[in-house]
């Protein structure tokens, strides 16, 4: 099933500090607040500013390996595989649009991973010329594996850097860190839901 988003929101990562947000904040900017039930830190959702896909694996699935840190790559092959089939390197670019999958121990934590989801990398998120596009979270319980994961369609910097619990100065610090380490798929969503699709095992 495919949704479009029709109202703003910040989504907490699932054992993320409610305090990490200005809530007085968001709700006269009419931004809700909501978590998910996967961790990591904070996005930024609105119209036509991603697109958000769910996976499912049940216990067993070949898919869902015991480590953690490696259950992440196959999915993240498969958004680098749709993003790769769309975007492809203007010529004379040298080299940009280059897809790269993260694997794992390779990306330190950053000074913002933690309270937000595109200011920091994983094992299995997906960069677009360095700059991260698709994250990726899960939650593991014993009816099996929720993997969440989403790609900026838009810069959203500025609209979750309003919403974060900062004084101007930190606010500032992390609106800059967002816009330098993330990135967008320059594609239009269904095209980029049905690459994602088609793309799937």
């Not at 049940?58 to 680098?80: E, I, K, N, T, Y």
Request: charged share 20%; net charge negative; aromatic share 6%.
């Amino acid at each position: 099933m495919v949704c479009d988003v029709n109202e703003q929101a910040v989504v907490l990562g699932s054992t993320q500090a409610e305090t990490d947000i200005d809530l007085p904040r968001c709700e006269q900017l009419g931004i809700s607040v909501v978590r998910r039930r996967s961790g990591g830190g904070a996005v930024f959702v609105g119209p036509r500013a991603q697109v958000w896909i769910d996976v499912f694996l049940p216990p067993g699935d070949p898919l869902s390996a015991r480590d953690v840190g490696q259950s992440f790559l196959w999915f993240g092959q498969v958004w680098a595989e749709a993003i790769s089939a769309l975007i492809a390197p203007a010529e004379g670019d040298g080299g940009r649009g280059v897809v790269t999958v993260i694997q794992p121990g390779t990306t330190p934590p950053t000074p913002w991973s933690r309270m937000l989801c595109f200011g920091g990398l994983g094992a299995g998120e997906v960069t677009l010329d360095g700059r991260k596009v698709v994250g990726i979270s899960q939650k593991r319980d014993r009816s099996g594996s929720w993997l969440h994961s989403m790609a900026l369609l838009r810069a959203t910097s500025e609209d979750l850097g309003a919403c974060l619990a900062l004084d101007e100065n930190a606010r500032s610090l992390a609106v800059s860190w967002l816009r330098g380490y993330s990135g967008v798929v320059v594609t239009p969503a269904q095209s980029l839901v049905e690459a994602v699709f088609a793309s799937l095992p």
